[in-house]
């Protein structure tokens, strides 16, 4: 069984920083693309970021761009989402999710994703 767990959410000030971490299990994570994704209240879910399954190839959002970083431990089955000078239009639920991609040309269409988290809540305030 698939598991994706999502954690380090919080409450924090506008310009403020958090990390975000996916620990996964069930799967072999080194097969695996991920994505860190997020919906806000009344939106959609939106896209963040990506990284390739070795690390190797990375894509954000133009809205984090700069500002988010991804990360992988493929040894430790875990993601991470950096998230600096974070801005109230930050504020929503956060969610991991995985690709069963080995290229490196990475997908932003949630449809892509095989597996999703159950998300983490961030809010930013201002």
């Known amino acids: 069984q698939v598991q994706l767990v999502e954690s380090g959410g919080g409450l924090v000030q506008s310009g403020g920083s958090l990390r975000l971490s996916c620990a996964a299990s069930?799967?072999?994570?080194?097969?695996?693309?991920m994505g860190w994704f997020r919906q806000a209240p009344g939106k959609e879910r939106e896209f963040v970021a990506a990284i390739s399954w070795n690390g190797d190839s990375t894509y954000f959002a133009d809205s984090v761009k700069g500002r988010f970083f991804i990360s992988r431990d493929n040894a430790k089955n875990l993601l991470f989402l950096q998230m600096n000078s974070l801005k109230p239009e930050d504020t929503a639920v956060y969610y991991c999710a995985a690709d069963r991609s080995l290229g490196q040309i990475l997908a932003t269409m949630r449809q892509a994703y095989d597996y999703w988290g159950q998300g983490t809540q961030v809010t930013v305030s201002s």
């Open positions: 069930g799967l072999t994570f080194s097969n695996y693309a």
